[in-house]
């Protein structure tokens, strides 16, 4: 058919129509480069199709299929060696999560009355095991479980326990009558990832320590004080750990998003 009759009969406006009922947007770009059928087989075939599909989701209650992410680059991505990111692999498990519960709505259902979209259904390999391991591992888009790992779970409960450490001492000199007279303000806060206090310049020698920054004005210097210089070392090292822990973790995910690709 060509262009000319397909401008007449505006079929862009029927596709166009049907493409604000997709449910992402990898059906909607199919949608918009689906061309008129001529093989009066095919056409009966695709009537016969959309006709069962009707069925199923009077039958269902409703359309089994909910909205998801178009993941083409991520498994592109995963399979030449790139590892992940929190918010990738949460793409890929909420594809295999929806491909799952459509494929098990679906099945649940009548096979009599719509055995092509049975059949389509049951061709889905969802990769269970996967979707759910990838949620066991990520907690929500930014911050990896703790079980994640045993070693994740270990290197932060030992990091909770050395910014306790930090904290009591610095909170001994924020609540010190010796000190607090040297001080902007009795709090606790963090600079270049080290927990410092806010040091009045002009006392800057009677809290001996490590500045880290001033304030706009000058009149606040934050000072790491010697004391807790130890235990601030300790905690970067444990964060250097956690680092090096998520990034295994989001590789060993990363390899079985690869492994399970064709399937996906």
């Known amino acids: ?24 947007s990898l059906a909607k770009e199919k949608i918009m480069a689906i061309q008129p059928m001529t093989d009066r087989e095919s056409i009966y075939k695709a009537l016969e199709e959309t006709k069962q599909a009707e069925t199923a989701i009077l039958y269902l209650g409703r359309d089994p ?15 030449i060696g790139s590892i992940l990111g929190i918010k990738e692999l949460i793409h890929t498990a909420e594809v295999l999560q929806t491909a799952y519960s459509t494929k098990k709505r679906i099945l649940e259902g009548d096979k009599e009355k719509y055995p092509i979209i049975f059949e389509i259904a049951s061709a889905l390999s969802p990769q269970e095991w996967l979707y759910k391991e990838i949620f066991r591992c990520i907690e929500d888009e930014e911050n990896i479980s703790d079980y994640a ?3 994740l779970s ?20 924020t609540h010190s ?16 990832d080290r927990y410092v206090v806010p040091v009045k310049q002009e006392h800057r020698s009677s809290i001996p320590g490590i500045v880290h ?13 010697m004391s807790v210089v130890e235990a601030n070392n300790e905690l970067r090292e444990l964060k250097s750990k956690e680092e090096h822990e998520i990034e295994r973790i989001l590789a060993g995910l990363t390899a079985m998003v690869e492994e399970a690709g064709q399937e996906i």
Do not use: C, W
Not at 65 to 79: G, H, N, Q, V, Y
């Open 65 to 79: 299929m909910e909205s998801f992410p178009d993941i083409r680059r991520i498994l592109k991505r995963a399979s």
């Open 213 to 225: 920054d001033q304030s706009s004005s000058g009149a606040t210097l934050f000072v790491e004080p």
């Open 177 to 192: 009558p010796q000190f607090q007279k040297y001080l902007q303000d009795p709090i606790v806060t963090i600079r270049n």
């Open 1 to 24: 058919m060509n262009s000319k009759t397909l401008r007449v009969l505006e079929y862009n406006k029927v596709i166009d129509l049907l493409s604000e009922h997709a449910v992402s």
């Open 149 to 151: 790992s045993p070693e």
């Open 154 to 173: 270990n290197i932060r409960r030992h990091m909770q326990q050395a910014q306790n450490k930090v904290k009591d001492r610095l909170s001994s000199i």
